[in-house]
């Protein structure tokens, strides 16, 4: 009987920790997108509306804002080198990665549930359409050929 209390205890222990340590390691939180400066960015505030911060910081338009399955990225759109890319940025704002490049709109982008893959819509080939690329930018193929936009995954 002690035994079975023990690992009762130790799986209740378990899954606190694993909880506490999947999505953010810690509160959960929301990210958003605001013109509060005038110009569209994006944010994290903690699950109850409080910590604001805010993450991206420019004149152009960031938003869109996906989270990493494992809460430790964050993938956006932004229009800052003229027309619509994906980015990913650490969740505390902090190395920003360009995902595409290109001349035409890119955008909207949803993390695959094991993290590997973004899906995302693009224009680069006419009318938008869903696309897939590694969670590094590489390797992009197109999932849609009759139009398609906002495409998120089951998580
Ligand atoms: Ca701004
Ligand atoms: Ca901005
Ligand atoms: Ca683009
Ligand atoms: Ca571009």
New binding site residues.
């Given amino acids: 009987m002690l035994r079975f209390v023990r690992s009762l205890i130790l799986c209740s222990l378990v899954s606190v920790s694993v909880f506490a340590c999947g999505g953010s390691s810690g509160p959960a939180q929301i990210a958003f997108q605001s013109e509060r400066d005038g110009d569209k960015e994006i944010f994290v505030m903690d699950a109850d509306g409080t910590n604001v911060r805010q993450l991206t910081d420019n004149d152009d338009w960031d938003g869109i804002p996906s989270w990493s399955p494992d809460g430790k990225k964050i993938a956006f759109t932004s229009d800052r080198d003229g027309?619509?890319?994906v980015f990913v940025m650490d969740a505390d704002g902090t190395n920003v990665r360009q995902l595409?490049?290109?001349?035409?709109?890119?955008g909207f982008p949803s993390w695959s549930p094991d993290g590997e893959l973004i899906i995302f819509d693009s224009e680069r080939y006419g009318d938008k359409e869903i696309f897939v690329m590694d969670s590094e930018g590489t390797n992009v193929r197109q999932l849609t050929q009759q139009g398609g936009t906002f495409a998120v995954y089951k998580p």
Wanted: glycine share 10%; charged share 50%; aromatic share 10%.
């Fill in positions: 027309d619509g890319e595409t490049d290109n001349d035409v709109y890119d």
